[in-house]
């Protein structure tokens, strides 16, 4: 039986298409927002944004970026097949920039109180990635 298969029936995972430039961009140290500005539609991108200006104690400028993550992975997952619902496995690399940016926006939203978004963002990643929560928690 293969991982991540629903045997209630419900839609079957969703696996965005690889990107790979990216991530090999990032890999190779180029900053995240000269990332961004080359590849604006990676959720990867904005997530490192985010990431970087929490660390940094920057909590609205991380929000900001998250959730332009958020968007552009999903627009990135409907373009894909997905429907609004169902999983968005984590152990599949393309896949890990929208839900990075998802773990991001829920941090972002509860650190600045909108408590209703961070629940919304949380229960939403645990939906869509068990594992997604727990790695990225």
Same mark, same amino acid.
């Given at each position: 039986?293969?991982?991540? $298969?629903?045997?209630? =029936?419900?839609?079957? #995972?969703?696996?965005?298409?690889?990107?790979?430039?990216?991530? +090999?961009?990032?890999? !190779?140290?180029? +900053?995240?927002?000269?990332? +961004?500005?080359?590849?604006?539609?990676?959720?990867?991108?904005?997530?490192?944004? !985010?990431?970087?200006? /929490? $660390?940094?104690? @920057?909590?609205? &400028?991380?929000?900001?970026?998250? @959730?332009?993550?958020?968007?552009?992975?999903?627009?990135?997952?409907? @373009?894909?097949?997905?429907?609004?619902? =169902?999983?968005? #496995? /984590?152990?599949?690399? #393309?896949n890990r920039g929208f839900l990075r940016?998802?773990?991001?926006?829920? @941090?972002?939203?509860?650190?600045?109180?909108?408590? &209703? $978004?961070?629940?919304?963002?949380?229960? /939403?990643?645990?939906?869509?990635?068990?594992? !997604?929560?727990?790695?990225?928690?």
């Open positions: 039986m293969p991982i991540n $298969e629903n045997l209630l =029936g419900g839609p079957p #995972p969703t696996h965005l298409p690889d990107d790979p430039e990216p991530r +090999a961009a990032l890999a !190779a140290g180029t +900053a995240p927002a000269d990332v +961004a500005a080359k590849y604006p539609a990676s959720s990867l991108a904005w997530a490192q944004l !985010a990431d970087d200006a /929490f $660390e940094a104690g @920057r909590t609205v &400028e991380s929000y900001a970026y998250a @959730r332009t993550g958020y968007h552009r992975g999903l627009d990135a997952l409907r @373009r894909a097949g997905w429907k609004g619902h =169902g999983p968005v #496995p /984590f152990e599949h690399e #393309p940016a998802l773990h991001a926006l829920a @941090r972002a939203a509860r650190a600045i109180g909108e408590q &209703e $978004e961070y629940e919304r963002c949380t229960a /939403f990643l645990r939906e869509s990635s068990p594992t !997604a929560a727990d790695t990225l928690s």
